[in-house]
């Protein structure tokens, strides 16, 4: 079980992420939402370490992460936003150097690169430069490299960017055969569509507070909406989408 108590970031004059709390149970898929600009980067970048919060404690089966690094990143698989590889290496090279980094014994690393980049249609591929990947190739390269050590948390940020729609139908289900398997997933998308299929429940982030927190039947009961995305857009979206695309069709034709 994932914990946040109270979890705030703040830097000068702005307040990112702002008393947090929520629980992401193993064998569930928390959705984390919100619009851009809302603090679900930065809560993810404060659950994998790379960034300290100025306040409140998070917890992974009870004890707080920053008591043991290292062990605590053991356990962890982190699919970020934006891509950041190695450009230089091949797509075989960059998932043997994070396994070695895991400490991944050399004959499991072979067969585990081999199968992932089988399945990921990324095989014909492994020994180009990543420079030469599509977006949806990078994002496929870094989802192997989450995965390679078999972690228990696994955080998921926009991981369906650029994917194909039968990669993306892949990944989705793949999700929910790590829930199934008892692990804890947090997964932040803007695919509304697919959170409400994947997600167990869901976590609604505006400006940095939590405005939702609750499972997706729960929430369209309690606000009598059908679906998840009018229950987002009632939540945490403050524009007029109709008036706003009206006029901007106004606009084109004038």
């Not at 992401?24 to 970048?45: D, F, I, M």
């Not at 404060?46 to 290292?70: E, K, S, V």
């Not at 050399?106 to 990324?122: N, T, V």
């Given at each position: 079980?994932?914990?946040?108590?109270?979890?705030?970031?703040?830097?000068?004059?702005?307040?990112?992420?702002?008393?947090?709390?929520?629980?992401?149970?193993?064998?569930?898929?928390?959705?984390?939402?919100?619009?851009?600009?809302?603090?679900?980067?930065?809560?993810?970048?404060?659950?994998?370490?790379?960034?300290?919060?100025?306040?409140?404690?998070?917890?992974?089966?009870?004890?707080?992460?920053?008591?043991?690094?290292?062990?605590?990143?053991?356990?962890?698989?982190?699919?970020?936003e934006e891509p950041?590889?190695?450009?230089?290496?091949?797509?075989?090279?960059?998932?043997?150097?994070?396994?070695?980094?895991?400490?991944?014994?050399?004959?499991?690393?072979?067969?585990?690169?081999?199968?992932?980049?089988?399945?990921?249609?990324?095989?014909?591929?492994?020994?180009?430069?990543?420079?030469?990947?599509?977006?949806?190739?990078?994002?496929?390269?870094?989802?192997?490299?989450?995965?390679?050590?078999?972690?228990?948390?696994?955080?998921?940020?926009?991981?369906?960017?650029?994917?194909?729609?039968?990669?993306?139908?892949?990944l989705r289900d793949?999700?929910?055969?790590?829930?199934?398997?008892?692990?804890?997933?947090?997964?932040?998308?803007?695919?509304?569509?697919?959170?409400?299929?994947?997600?167990?429940?869901?976590?609604?982030?505006?400006?940095?507070?939590?405005?939702?927190?609750?499972?997706?039947?729960?929430?369209?009961?309690?606000?009598?909406?059908?679906t998840l995305e009018?229950?987002?857009?009632?939540?945490?979206?403050?524009?007029?989408?109709?008036?706003?695309?009206?006029?901007?069709?106004?606009?084109?034709?004038?």
């Amino acid at each position: 079980m994932l914990e946040l108590r109270s979890v705030s970031k703040r830097y000068p004059g702005v307040t990112a992420v702002d008393e947090v709390s929520f629980i992401a149970r193993a064998g569930e898929v928390t959705g984390y939402l919100g619009p851009n600009g809302s603090g679900k980067s930065t809560t993810l970048k404060m659950i994998t370490g790379l960034i300290d919060p100025t306040a409140g404690q998070i917890l992974f089966r009870g004890q707080p992460i920053r008591a043991d690094r290292m062990a605590w990143r053991r356990m962890l698989g982190y699919v970020p936003e934006e891509p950041q590889l190695y450009p230089h290496l091949t797509g075989a090279e960059y998932l043997e150097m994070i396994g070695q980094l895991r400490g991944l014994p050399e004959r499991a690393l072979a067969r585990k690169i081999d199968g992932f980049l089988q399945l990921l249609s990324l095989h014909e591929d492994r020994h180009v430069p990543i420079s030469s990947y599509s977006k949806g190739m990078r994002q496929k390269v870094l989802l192997a490299a989450a995965l390679l050590h078999n972690p228990e948390l696994v955080l998921l940020d926009e991981p369906f960017s650029g994917l194909d729609v039968n990669s993306a139908l892949v990944l989705r289900d793949f999700i929910r055969q790590l829930a199934a398997r008892g692990k804890v997933v947090l997964f932040s998308a803007h695919e509304m569509d697919t959170v409400e299929r994947v997600c167990s429940r869901v976590v609604i982030l505006h400006k940095g507070r939590v405005v939702a927190n609750d499972s997706i039947e729960q929430l369209r009961a309690l606000m009598s909406l059908p679906t998840l995305e009018e229950i987002f857009s009632q939540l945490a979206i403050e524009q007029d989408t109709g008036a706003i695309s009206q006029e901007m069709v106004r606009l084109m034709e004038s």
